[in-house]
């Protein structure tokens, strides 16, 4: 499951096209599922070509929304989620949170990537009490470069060739 926090409410309907144009060979259903809604009429789930989102409220602090993609490949989730927050930023024009590992903290559960306009800066959500009235905003640290990756058509990471 991938998830990303959005700045500002999306449509499903542009959030389907959204997902539907980065992973052509897969076939996108919004799907309130925690909501308690039916699953759509032409969901499939013996079909792995099938997935679903559901964007629903959040209680984080400027990143309102709650952006859940269920049933895409089990690997490279996070590298996912990066991939299509970084395209999500640049295309709505609209701020992105990402959980992230970051790789010298493995441990630290507060680290974020927050994507503006698509340029990446590492975020820490540690003083941050979601749902709290009074809470502090997620706290930019800088700048962050994260490593190229890309994925096809069905969600799977594309190795670049070596050289």
């Known amino acids: 499951m991938e998830e990303t926090y959005l700045s500002q409410e999306l449509p ?30 032409e969901f499939d789930s013996s079909n792995p070509t099938h997935i679903f989102f559901e964007a629903l ?62 340029v990446s800066y590492l975020a820490d959500d540690s003083e941050t009490e979601f749902g709290e009235p009074d809470a502090q905003p997620v706290r930019i640290l800088g700048p962050y470069a994260l490593p190229e990756v890309t994925f096809g058509a069905l969600g799977q990471r594309i190795e670049a060739s070596q050289s």
């Open 57 to 118: 409220p959040a209680e984080v602090p400027e990143y309102g929304w709650h952006l859940a993609i269920y049933r895409t490949p089990g690997a490279d989730d996070e590298a996912r989620a990066l991939w299509l927050g970084r395209q999500l930023s640049a295309r709505f024009d609209l701020a992105v949170l990402v959980p992230f590992t970051h790789p010298d903290k493995p441990h630290d559960p507060y680290y974020d990537i927050v994507f503006r306009q698509g």
């Open 12 to 41: 499903d309907a542009q959030i389907q096209a959204f997902l539907q144009e980065a992973m052509l060979g897969l076939t996108v259903f919004p799907w309130a599922l925690l909501l308690g809604e039916e699953a759509p009429v």
